[in-house]
């Protein structure tokens, strides 16, 4: 994977639940790792046709290992304006993660999901 492919700057977060100022129960981010990544979205090519299983993604991220860091399903990727859920992991030749997602929607935002 050639780096001028990786041009798309991510952002992996977990969330856990903390308090706010209130005492009150909220969730929050904790930021992982910021790298650079490559990302593909969702079209109809055949590669996309053999990813059915996970047929809710909506983008793929590429990117290199994270030392110490192991990308799970729970975690989020913020890229831009948007959040991504994490479906499925995998570790491509030990160097590269790909990362099968589907981009999430804050509730009350009064935005429609994606088709498809």
């Known amino acids: 994977m050639a780096l001028g492919k990786?041009?798309?700057?991510?952002?992996?977060?977990?969330t856990?639940?903390?308090?706010?100022?209130?005492?009150f129960a909220?969730?929050?981010?904790?930021?992982?790792?910021?790298?650079r990544a490559y990302r593909e979205d969702r079209h109809g090519s055949v590669?996309?046709?053999?990813?059915?299983?996970f047929s809710e993604a909506t983008a793929l991220f590429r990117f290199r290992?994270?030392?110490?860091?192991?990308?799970?399903?729970?975690?989020?990727?913020?890229?831009?304006?948007?959040r991504y859920?994490?479906?499925s992991v995998e570790v491509i030749r030990g160097m590269y993660i790909d990362c099968l997602v589907k981009e999430s929607?804050?509730?009350?935002?009064?935005?429609?999901?994606?088709a498809g």
């Not at 798309?8 to 977990?14: F, P, Y």
């Not at 590669?47 to 299983?53: I, V, Y």
């Not at 990308?71 to 948007?82: D, N």
């Not at 929607?105 to 994606?114: E, K, L, M, N």
């Open 26 to 35: 909220a969730p929050r981010d904790v930021v992982l790792a910021s790298v």
């Open 47 to 53: 590669k996309w046709a053999n990813r059915a299983a």
């Open 65 to 82: 290992v994270i030392p110490n860091i192991d990308i799970i399903p729970l975690y989020i990727i913020v890229c831009g304006l948007k």
């Open 105 to 114: 929607v804050a509730v009350g935002s009064g935005r429609v999901p994606p």
């Open 85 to 87: 859920e994490v479906l």
């Open 16 to 23: 856990e639940q903390g308090t706010d100022a209130a005492g």
């Open 6 to 14: 990786m041009n798309s700057a991510i952002t992996i977060i977990r």
